[in-house]
């Protein structure tokens, strides 16, 4: 962009984790790569291993991790491997539909916001101020509650909680694209709003959302995977991760710790690398640090 | 003086809009819900009263009015203290939030207090080292901290120290059996270590980061090249530039993450089943006591804010630049 060439941005000698990994473009697409990859074996996964897991066997309770039952079996003789998979590929399901939601909104709100200005402006910051003035939790329980549980009162109440975070982000960042000079050199070229919207803006704000929905993923799946092991979301019978830890703790003081342990940490895992994904993408999208 | 004055009347006005909308919004979303509150305080005994029995109920209720003015009636016996009866307490509102919130109050604390310090401290070790290897396991350990669920953590802390090594006990606030009047401070305490153990754990994350960041931008700064140059050593550089420079931010957003904080202790005292706030919050929600939660929505409106406050509070006072009403 500038007319002085700039010093070569690769230096001649990598970091030994850049030449066994390759560079970060590399590595985040790997990690893309492994994310879906574990989506889908989840879902493909929970589905494949069919309902052979999930029925009673009384002669094969509360066993021990071992070569059958790689996460243990309950007190009914439940494979636990499967009852974690249906339940990451429920939780899965739920945090990708409740953070398409939230994201949309968020999208929705903050370009609002930025473009109308005046009251609407306003009100929308004000609405955000008010979401933010109450503990997640509290409102995700008050949410639930009143749209009496259930998958949908859940999805509903996770998605209604996490946009205000992504709609100041995306606010700011059509604020700044208002004011800059391009924008505005662009204006009184002659080119018309839905013009410079398409070719200035959106290129700048697509990036802003998928990072935010990526980073909306990790957030959501814990939420839900908290109310439901509250009680107030799902009923006691679909597996998901929250309600498989909540019966756990019936059987904690009989030792049986494969209950809460080996659940919880697929859940982490998938919570972290989803996490991870978001971090790389972001640093690759931003051009400040993406020549890292 | 006169300028503290007027911005804790900007703050306090604030704070009756925001609790004027939150008491509207909560009110109409529970007056939406299709959860019939007469159902929910009689439970399973439903069957057995007739719907002249229920008209009844719902009329000493006041459920046949519609919502508006059932509103200005809450709000006018709100105005006054008085936060109607809890159901599954058989107790007013602001005497369950009063007693829970005292034992949720040690918990938090604690934790609070315990993660602050931790992570401040983390948060300069990290910093102090950027791009040691001390700083990637700092950092690695806040980011995965930040993926852990509560109550995952709070469960595998329970199985360690209370299941296996028997060195905590199981459950509850106090040892079961014993008067509320005999229970020791140590009682209490031995109590108290698993629950804020497991907020501080988690609570130290977004301190740790944030400090070290901080820090991070003071040691590259000019001033800190300067003195550097005068023959400041590194440690001196930090315990004079760095730690002034990085505690106010650091109070700031620890007084800023009571939001965090009250939704983590929903969670683990839901697994110590411990007696505080938020398994009171979850109760409610569980069994539909709908003044309870709509004290509870309103005290933990105003928990975070005050939250805001103190650390809006604490920069004007000290921080000279943006002190208030100052030079600028």
């Keep these: ?292 | 003086m006169k300028t503290l004055t007027t911005f804790l009347l900007r703050k306090t006005a604030r704070l009756i809009i925001l609790l004027a909308a939150v008491s509207v919004i909560s009110f109409t979303l529970l007056s939406l819900s299709p959860v019939d509150p007469v159902s929910a305080y009689i439970g399973a005994d439903m069957t057995r009263i007739s719907s002249a029995q229920r008209e009844l109920i719902a009329a000493r209720w006041g459920l046949d009015q519609p919502p508006v003015t059932r509103y200005l009636r809450w709000l006018q016996q709100a105005l006054q203290g008085n936060l109607g009866t809890s159901m599954i307490f058989n107790l007013p509102v602001l005497q369950v939030i009063g007693a829970r919130f005292l034992a949720s109050l040690g918990l938090m604390g604690l934790a609070w207090v315990i993660s602050g310090v931790i992570g401040f401290g983390l948060g300069v070790l990290a910093g102090a080292n950027e791009g040691s290897w001390l700083d990637r396991v700092i950092g690695f350990y806040a980011y995965t901290l930040a993926s852990t669920p509560t109550f995952w953590l709070a469960l595998l802390l329970l199985i360690i120290f209370s299941v296996s090594l028997h060195w905590t006990p199981i459950c509850c606030a106090a040892p079961p059996g014993v008067l509320a009047q005999d229970v020791t401070i140590w009682q209490r305490l031995h109590h108290l270590v698993l629950p804020a153990a497991t907020l501080s754990i988690l609570g130290v994350a977004n301190i740790a980061l944030h400090t070290r960041q901080k820090l991070i931008g003071v040691l590259n700064s000019e001033y800190a090249i300067f003195a550097r140059a005068q023959g400041e050593t590194h440690t001196g550089l930090i315990l004079q530039h760095g730690l002034r420079n990085i505690a106010l931010p650091a109070v700031t957003l620890q007084f800023a993450s009571l939001s965090e904080l009250f939704g983590g202790s929903v969670l683990a005292e839901q697994v110590f089943a411990y007696p505080g706030l938020g398994e009171a919050t979850v109760q409610a929600g569980l069994r539909g006591d709908v003044p309870l939660l709509l004290g509870i929505v309103l005290f933990s409106a105003l928990f975070v804010f005050t939250g805001n406050l103190l650390a809006d509070l604490i920069y004007q006072l000290v921080d000279p630049r943006i002190r208030l009403g100052g030079a600028t």
Aim: charged content about 15%.
């Design chain 1, 1 to 292: 962009m500038s007319s002085v060439p700039l010093p070569p941005l690769i230096p001649a000698f990598a970091h030994p984790r850049e030449r066994r990994f390759g560079n970060r473009r590399r590595r985040t697409l790997w990690t893309i790569a492994f994310c879906l990859l574990l989506l889908v074996a989840v879902f493909v996964g929970g589905y494949g291993l069919g309902e052979k897991g999930l029925q009673t066997a009384l002669t094969e309770r509360n066993q021990v991790p071992g070569l059958d039952h790689p996460f243990g079996t309950d007190w009914l003789g439940r494979d636990m491997l499967t009852r974690t998979i249906r339940g990451l590929g429920l939780s899965l399901m739920v945090g990708l539909l409740a953070a398409s939601i939230s994201a949309m909104l968020g999208l929705l709100l903050g370009t609002l916001s930025a473009t109308l200005g005046g009251k609407v402006d306003l009100m929308i910051t004000w609405l955000i101020d008010l979401f933010f003035s109450l503990p997640h939790l509290v409102l995700l329980i008050l949410i639930s509650f009143v749209l009496g549980g259930g998958l949908r009162g859940v999805i509903i109440a996770v998605a209604f909680t996490h946009w205000p975070g992504l709609a100041r982000i995306i606010r700011a960042e059509v604020l700044q694209l208002k004011s800059a000079e391009y924008i505005q050199l662009s204006a009184r070229l002659g080119h018309s709003p839905a013009w410079i919207a398409r070719h200035h803006m959106l290129p700048h704000l697509i990036p802003q959302f998928i990072v935010g929905l990526i980073l909306l993923f990790p957030h959501a799946i814990l939420h839900e995977a908290g109310i439901t092991f509250i009680g107030i979301g799902l009923s006691p019978h679909t597996p998901a991760i929250g309600i498989i830890l909540s019966e756990s703790m019936r059987h904690l003081s009989t030792g049986y710790w494969w209950l809460a342990v080996l659940p919880g940490a697929a859940l982490l895992i998938v919570v972290k690398i989803f996490d991870v994904l978001g971090e790389n993408v972001r640093t690759l999208l931003d051009p400040k640090t993406s020549q890292e």
